[in-house]
């Protein structure tokens, strides 16, 4: 498609290509130029993850993103973006102490950024923040299964629902959630056929990280693709590059240069016109 023939990526496109059965392409980007190539690549949706501040901050949970962080960051991809729908995401203790706190830190995202809907992690126990952040106007993506925010009460980060009962109380959690109003939602780590159950129960799209191929479109991490994350690699990451070990080789390829002297080579010089450089050297001390 070329570029006069993109649009803007609405909610109405997301539930046009959940009737078509045509799947969703969903990356995270923290950043700009990773932002602007996504979109240059036609990836529908960017999600402004809190992920972000352990792939580019270094830390080892989601736990210490705040929301000035992540206004940071979404600014950054928002103005790199002009037709992937952007979505930012509710960084931890944004949201869980009350709905006002929730409506204010949801509206900066809208407000600062100018994404396009925020997500929110939990079920059932976060469906009134739901209701009154959509209230206050503001599109919201439920986010059940796997929810790193959640990971001291799940006993860790595990896949989610692998027996009867916890994978009903996912189904009850996505009835829940689109009830309160939730216009998607995103299943992470969840067994392919429960995922599937949620999909045929729902009337809005469901989103995987992880939770198989019968879900509404698939969403990844993009230091995950592109191997630049290290720290651990869950079971759903496809790997679509190795740019860690390609960056030491170029960092590697560029030390040596320095150190041989081989750069800077003279196109990489400026220059000053022979004659003066002439004046400049036949000038005495004290002249003008
Ligand atoms: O922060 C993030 O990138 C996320 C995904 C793991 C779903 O919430």
Redesign the pocket.
Known sequence: MSEEERKKITIPYLYRKKEEGEKISWL?AYDYPTALYEDRAGIEMI?V????VM?MLGQKT?LPATMDQMVWMTQAVTRAVKYAFVVG?MPYMSYQATSEEAIYNAGRFMAECGVDAI?L?GGAQMADRVLAIVKAGIPVIG?IGM??QFAAQLGGYKSQGRDAETARRLIDDARILEDAGAFAI?L?AVPAKVAGIIVKEASIPIYS?GAGSECDGQ?L?VHDILGLFELFKPKFVKRYAELGEEMVKVFTRYKKDVKTEKFPGPEHCYNIPEKEFEKLKNKKDGEN
Do not use: N, Q, V, Y
Not at 49 to 52: A, E, I, L, R, Y
């Open positions: 995270t999600l993850g809190d992920s972000g792939t989601t995401d997500k992690e986010h929810t790193p995103l992470e990280i969403l991490i």
